[in-house]
């Protein structure tokens, strides 16, 4: 994976080019506006990280050019602004995903997963599979190892969406914007218990066990580990 | 009020403005008065001499020297108050007849009218007044002259020019009294802003401009000003709480987390690397706590100062709560705890769907954390006359009646939940997004336990 960070905050910046780097991704890093795009614009990027706030050029430009010129490379927009209709302005522009500061390394991985991703797949599916469950898209069943599991509609578009993140971290931000549509902080983690309820359904009584939890993160639907 | 600020004040100056305006016209139209009345008299007197004139000096032509000398003679014992004048001279100026005693000498104009003292004549001989004639020159070189007394008609004009002084002296006295009137009511009113706004530049930011309830346009200004006033109290008074909210509340949390690290680094070396990794977990749960207080602070000062509805859509709170019991059902279930939906009918209200849902979540959060086990937790939505409204109602331990206003304060926690986890923000926020809707959030007692409602304000008629 090749990922281009636009950021000029050197701090921030070292720091994710390091993180980035020991999950396996090739990592370039622009620190103000023009050279960004420059680079942008110079080499083939799987992914891209761009700061709104940035010297010379602001995020929100780089990322219109980039739209405008045809470049469709997915974009994660950075901000410190975190509010609604900031969000709405970044995605408007054309960005792919939006993350505030200050966030957890993990969520923005994460996301960069998912929009990686996103790019690939893009083809409707009506048949998940992850090892032996199934999930038919159309007849709305799900069947692990041959039995049928009932799931509540909620249930149904959580695991769905696991499912669709396979082998991915997926966090709980992301499954609240996603599964519940809602952008907001739960302050407790509701999540936890839908995912322990839907891994009662899932996973008792069979084996290996599919959905795990991974620590400050979130969590990864796979069959093995 | 001092006279030269009188003076400069641009509502004295329009009010003298109108009144020179104002007299100006007046003076126009009393011209036009004097005009009309007076000259008209004057030349009804004019016309009269003439027509008279003429007449004899036909009868001259017809009936000769006797004729005209008898016509006079006749007309003169007809006028015993000798309102008219009459003589006929001799190419020498010498009367032959006639109620003068000699030619007045007085210049005569170009057409033969000239004026002159009546002094020799009349019954009142101690009196000098004045008569206007014309003279006509006939042929044989004889001189005629007809003339009329104006004494009555100048005391009508000079009554006519005294009522129209009086009447012009009254108006500018008028105009004066009501422009200085006028202008010191105005001033009176803009001086009672100015001295608002120099209170509040003093730094009293309480003041308002006074209003006198009558919906003009001062008042109206006055209303516009104090609402300006409001917002930007309200916007100061936020900006204060989060610095000293960060003063005094996000220190202790940063002095543990300083605390925490520094007992990590100056460990004894027997500490296994074990233990050390926990106390750095510890820190970065510190931390990653101290950052969400941060950002709920942010936010809340955000949505207090967020004035723009534009991002708000229509949408209905009985889904909203519906969503919310299903998203929390299962943690209340872990905790025993039965969280119901009362209220299925739609609850049409606008608003900014994301905060109206942590709103709601804040509240259903604290009933399932505060509320023990076993307790029932109902959220009800109901478009009452007044206003739509949301519910969440437990049978917990409810918040006793003399802090129900405390607890919206940022940071504020009742003794009886110090030992549960919680920022003390919650509920603030739940209030500022009440505000933002312009909505009210009570808090009651449920009887047991308590029941916050948020009201929204009764939608106007809209056209759809």
């Known amino acids: 994976m090749r990922v281009l ?24 890093h622009a620190g103000d506006g023009r050279e960004g795009l420059l680079m942008a614009v110079g080499a083939d990027y799987d992914v891209m990280i761009i700061d709104r706030m ?14 405008a010129s045809g470049n469709r490379t997915p974009v994660l927009i950075l901000s410190a602004l975190g509010e609604v209709d900031d969000r709405v302005a970044g995605l408007r522009a054309g960005g792919d995903d939006y993350l505030a500061k200050p966030f957890a390394f993990a969520e923005l991985h994460a996301r960069l997963e998912a929009l990686l991703r996103r790019g690939s797949t893009d083809s409707p599916q009506t048949r998940l599979r992850v090892s032996d469950l199934e999930m038919d898209l159309l007849a709305r069943t799900v069947v692990r190892s041959g039995k049928g599991i009932s799931l509540q509609p909620r249930e149904f578009r959580l695991l769905e969406y696991l499912m669709r993140h396979a082998g991915q971290v997926v966090t709980r931000t992301m499954l609240l914007e996603s599964v519940w549509d809602y952008r907001f902080d739960p302050q407790t983690n509701v999540i936890d218990v839908h995912i322990s309820r839907l891994r009662a359904k899932i996973d008792r009584g069979f084996d290996p066990p599919l959905l795990h939890t991974v620590r400050g993160a979130g969590y990864i639907l796979r069959d093995n580990q | 009020m001092t006279t030269s600020r009188l003076l400069r004040s641009f509502t004295f100056r329009l009010a003298l403005l109108y009144m020179l305006l104002s007299l100006g016209s007046v003076v126009v139209l009393l011209g036009y008065i004097y005009w009309a009345t007076a000259g008209y008299m004057d030349r009804q007197v004019d016309s009269t001499i003439e027509a008279e004139i003429r007449g004899l000096a036909e009868q001259y032509q017809s009936r000769g020297l006797v004729g005209l000398s008898d016509i006079i003679s006749e007309r003169v014992s007809h006028d015993p108050k000798g309102a008219s004048v009459y003589l006929l001279a001799d190419a020498s100026f010498a009367p032959i007849v006639g109620n003068l005693s000699d030619w007045p000498r007085a210049p005569v104009s170009a057409s033969g009218w000239m004026r002159f003292e009546l002094r020799d004549w009349g019954r009142d001989r101690s009196e000098e007044h004045e008569a206007r004639a014309r003279t006509f020159r006939l042929r044989g070189d004889l001189h005629l002259l007809v003339g009329r007394d104006v004494r009555d008609l100048q005391a009508t004009h000079r009554l006519i020019l005294d009522a129209l002084t009086w009447g012009l002296a009254i108006t500018a006295a008028l105009a004066l009294g009501v422009g200085l009137l006028m202008s010191s009511r105005v001033m009176h009113r803009i001086e009672a802003i100015n001295l608002t706004s120099r209170e509040i530049m003093e730094g009293d930011l309480s003041r308002r401009v006074p209003r006198d309830g009558s919906g003009d346009d001062f008042d109206r200004l006055a209303e516009n000003l104090n609402r300006m006033l409001e917002r930007i109290e309200k916007l100061m008074a936020a900006v204060r709480q989060v610095s000293d909210n960060i003063a005094h509340d996000l220190r202790t949390p940063l002095t543990r987390l300083s605390t925490r690290l520094e007992q990590a680094r100056n460990s004894n070396p027997q500490q296994t690397p074990d233990e050390i990794s926990r106390a750095i977990d510890q820190a970065i749960e510190d931390a990653q706590e101290l950052l969400g207080t941060f950002n709920a602070l942010l936010r809340i000062a955000r949505i207090e100062s967020r004035s723009s509805q534009g991002d708000f859509t229509d949408l209905d709170l009985a889904c909203l709560a519906q969503d919310i ?79 129900r206003e405390k607890v919206f304060q940022r940071f504020y926690r009742t003794d009886a939940s110090r030992s549960t986890p919680g920022s003390g923000l919650g509920l603030s926020l739940v209030r500022a997004v009440a505000d933002m809707h312009e909505a009210r959030i009570l808090l009651a007692d449920n009887a047991p336990g308590l029941r916050a409602t948020i009201v929204f304000p009764k939608r106007g008629l809209e056209p759809d």
């Open chain 1, 5 to 28: 960070l636009i950021e000029d905050d050197e701090q921030l910046a070292g720091y994710l080019q390091k993180a980035l780097r020991e999950v396996g991704t090739v990592v370039d």
């Open chain 1, 54 to 67: 940035l010297p010379s050029l602001d995020g929100l430009s780089i990322l219109r050019t980039l739209r």
């Open chain 2, 325 to 403: 019991a299903e998203l929390y059902e299962p943690v209340a279930a872990e905790k025993d705890q039965e969280l119901s939906v009362e209220g299925q009918d739609p609850v049409p209200v606008r608003g900014d769907r994301d905060l109206l849902f942590q709103a709601l979540a804040n509240l259903v959060d604290n009933a399932i954390k505060y509320a023990p086990p076993g307790c029932r937790i109902t959220i009800g939505t109901a478009g009452r006359d007044a206003g739509a409204e949301v519910s969440v109602a437990d049978t917990g331990p409810g918040i006793p009646a003399d802090l």
